[in-house]
C-alpha cells in the first residue's frame, strides 16, 4: 500500500498553514535586505548571512522537528493503526518537516538577492554553497531532533534537550574547543582539533564555507586550526562526507527507534 505518497502531502499541507514558516521567511529576508544596504551586497554580505544561518537554522531545526513529533502523535497512533509501514509513516513525517523549513529558509535567503538583481553571476555563485549548506543543517537538526524527541516522551522535557543541543553545538562550542586546547598544552593539536571538529555539524558547515574564501579570517579557533590542513579539494571531500554522516547517522537512529518505539 502507498501511503507516502499522501501522507506526505498531508504534512507538507499542515506545515504550510503554519504562519511561523512567514515568519521565518520575513526574518531571513529582512536580515539580507538590511545587510545588502549596510554592507554593500559584497562578500562581507554572504560572511554575515554564513553567522546567521549557522546560528538560526539548527535552532528551527530542532524545535520545530521535537514539536511537529510530539503534536502529530495522534496522527501517529491514528495511522499505525492502519496497514501501514512505519518506516513509510517516518519517511512522510520526517519530510514533511524538513522540506518545508529548508524551503522557508532558501526563500528567506534569496528574496534580497532576487529583489537586488544580485542573484545571478558572482554574487549567486557566492550564496550557492551557503543554500546547501543551510539545507543540510536543516535536515542534520530536524534528524536529531525527531531522535530527541522519540527518546523523551515528555515535550517540554523533549524541547529543553533539543535546545541543549543547539545551546552547546551553536553557542558553547568554541570556548570548549579552547578549553581543550588550554589543557592540551605545547602538544601538537591539530589532529585532537580535526577530531574534535567533525563532532559538530555546525563548526563543519562553517569551516566548509568559509576555507579559501575571504571570510576566512573569520574562523573560530577550530577553524585556524584545520585550515591549513583540510584547506585543499581532498579536505573540502572530507567535510562533506563528514556532514553527510551527520545526517545519515543520526536519521538512521531516528528510524530505528521510531519503528521500535510502542505509541
Known sequence: MNTLAPLLRFSLR????????IGVVCTLALTGELLIRFAGG???TIVSLIDVVLILTPMLGLVAGTVQVHHARELTELLLAQPVSR???FTGLYLGNVIPLATAIVVGLVAPFL???L????????????LLVAVGL????????????LRIDDRVRALGAALGLWLIAAVLWDGLILLLAVMIGQRPVEAPMLAVLALNPIDVGRVLLLLGSDGAALLGYTGAVVQHALGTEVGRAALVLAL????VLPLAAATRAFQRKSF
Do not use: D, N
Not at 499542515?14 to 514558516?21: D, P, Q, T, V, Y
Not at 542573484?119 to 551557503?130: I, K, V
Not at 536529531?144 to 524527541?149: D, E, G, N, P
Open 244 to 247: 553527510s554522516l551527520w545526517l
Open 115 to 117: 529583489w537586488h538583481g
Open 87 to 89: 518506516r513509510r509513516l
Open 14 to 21: 499542515e506545515a504550510f498553514r503554519g504562519r511561523w514558516l
Open 42 to 44: 559584497g562578500a562581507t
Open 138 to 149: 536543516t535536515g542534520i537538526s530536524s534528524a536529531l531532533a525527531f531522535l530527541v524527541a
Open 119 to 130: 542573484l545571478f553571476g558572482e554574487m549567486g555563485m557566492r550564496l550557492a554553497p551557503l
